[in-house]
């Protein structure tokens, strides 16, 4: 791993963790003794589930990052949210209602909750194991929840494989796996300049994991491989020249839609 990492958690629910660290190649730490030296990051196991920080971070700092799905900004993102507007007209909701969307890069499921909020049976594809491991504590915790009927009715819809898209994108065209009607896209795009607001969460992602460099063999892996459309979400209001053109997009404040509709789908807008 390009960056140490190791699970750090208490006596309680030791054997869970453990066989969490064994799963993903981690030493396990006890969170009661010092840090061993040259480890970047901690994935943090306790009673609220996993997070993920820094590891010269003040324990228990807010900028942890976790899967929250009960976190009230997305619980409000998810009440004013509707089928005619930004994601799901991107989705094309209007006209196709209950559409099985392939997810192909998850990150901290904000947007595949959205998107199963708004009717969407949602399949969340990550690549990388430490998010997916967050995703999976993330998606079981808010499965227990049984008084937040929104959340409960959103994740119920709601599936997590950890796959590279790219290798699942082929097993669908091999028939091997079942084919997407529509494929949402979320990579992590290079900053697109140094001085860049990012979200903090976002930031240690982008720390993490890496940029996205090849994100035209995605994209068309991609196109494809959908039955109806594929939509790309991208920071900012500009697109990539160096790609082709999309059949339209959707503005939003912070981030756009482009969205490729497939050939044989080309009367849905
Ligand atoms: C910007 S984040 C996605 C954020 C997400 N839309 C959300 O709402 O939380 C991008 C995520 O996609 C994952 N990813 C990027 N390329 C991938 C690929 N080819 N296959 C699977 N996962 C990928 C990265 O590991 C990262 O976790």
């Given at each position: 791993m390009q960056h140490p990492v190791v699970l750090s958690c208490s006596m309680v629910d030791r054997p869970r963790w453990a066989a969490v660290a064994a799963r993903l190649g981690l030493s396990l730490h006890d969170a009661a003794t010092i840090l061993p030296a040259g480890i970047s990051y901690l994935l943090e196991a306790g009673a609220q589930g996993l997070c993920l920080r820094a590891a010269l971070d003040a324990a228990q700092s807010p900028s942890a990052t976790r899967v929250e799905f009960l976190d009230p900004a997305l619980l409000y993102r998810l009440r004013t949210s509707g089928k005619r507007q930004g994601l799901g007209q991107a989705l094309g909701l209007h006209k196709y209602p209950e559409p099985f969307v392939l997810d192909a890069t998850a990150g901290l499921g904000r947007d595949a909750l959205l998107m199963a909020h708004l009717g969407c049976r949602v399949l969340m594809l990550e690549r990388s194991p430490l998010i997916h491991a967050l995703l999976e504590d993330g998606l079981a915790r808010a499965q227990l929840v049984t008084d937040e009927p929104l959340v409960q009715a959103a994740v119920a819809r709601m599936q997590l494989q950890q796959a590279e898209a790219r290798e699942w994108l082929l097993q669908v065209r091999l028939g091997e796996r079942e084919q997407p009607d529509v494929i949402y896209l979320d990579p992590m795009f290079p900053p697109r300049n140094k001085s860049a607001k990012v979200k903090k969460d976002i930031a240690l992602l982008q720390e993490l994991l890496?940029?996205?460099?090849?994100f035209a063999s995605l994209l068309q892996a991609a196109r494809a491989t959908a039955r109806l459309r594929v939509v790309v979400k991208r920071p900012g209001s500009k697109g990539d020249v160096r790609l082709p053109p999309p059949s339209f997009t959707v503005p939003g404040k912070t981030a756009h839609f482009e969205i490729y509709v497939s050939s044989s789908a080309s009367s849905m807008r």
């Open positions: 890496g940029a996205e460099e090849d």
